[in-house]
Nanobody
Framework: QVQLVESGGGLVQAGGSLRLSCAAS????????MGWFRQAPGKEREFVAA????????YYADSVKDQFTISRDNAKNAVYLQMNSLKPEDTAVYFC?????????????????WGKGTLVTVSS
């Protein structure tokens, strides 16, 4: 079992930055790919970024490439999402996710574990 708790969301002006954190419990954290999805109001949940269990590979949605950076610290059982140059369209609830094959589940289906989400609001 893996439990995920997100933090770091909030209100930020356009052009600003936020760093989301996801704290994971469970002894097998380092064996899971980790990632972030987001769901904007009235829209479906979408893939944002993922990182392999070792941290050696990262994957991004085209919409956030060169804007967001995902990282992990297996010693701390944590994964992070550094978000820069935020835009109003980045407003969404951001969910942390864990799965042994997350990079292949960008549609969000059958992902093993989800956090409850943290709200990011970007004002114009």
């Amino acid at each position: 079992q893996v439990q995920l708790v997100e933090s770091g969301g909030g209100l930020v002006q356009a052009g600003g930055s936020l760093r989301l954190s996801c704290a994971a419990s469970g002894r097998t954290f380092s064996s899971y790919d980790m990632g972030w999805f987001r769901q904007a109001p009235g829209k479906e949940r979408e893939f944002v970024a993922a990182i392999s269990w070792s941290g050696s590979s990262t994957y991004y949605a085209d919409s956030v490439k060169d804007q967001f950076t995902i990282s992990r610290d297996n010693a701390k059982n944590a994964v992070y999402l550094q978000m820069n140059s935020l835009k109003p369209e980045d407003t969404a609830v951001y969910f942390c996710a864990a799965d042994r094959f997350l990079a292949t589940k960008r549609n969000g289906l059958r992902v093993a574990y989800w956090g409850k989400g943290t709200l990011v609001t970007v004002s114009s």
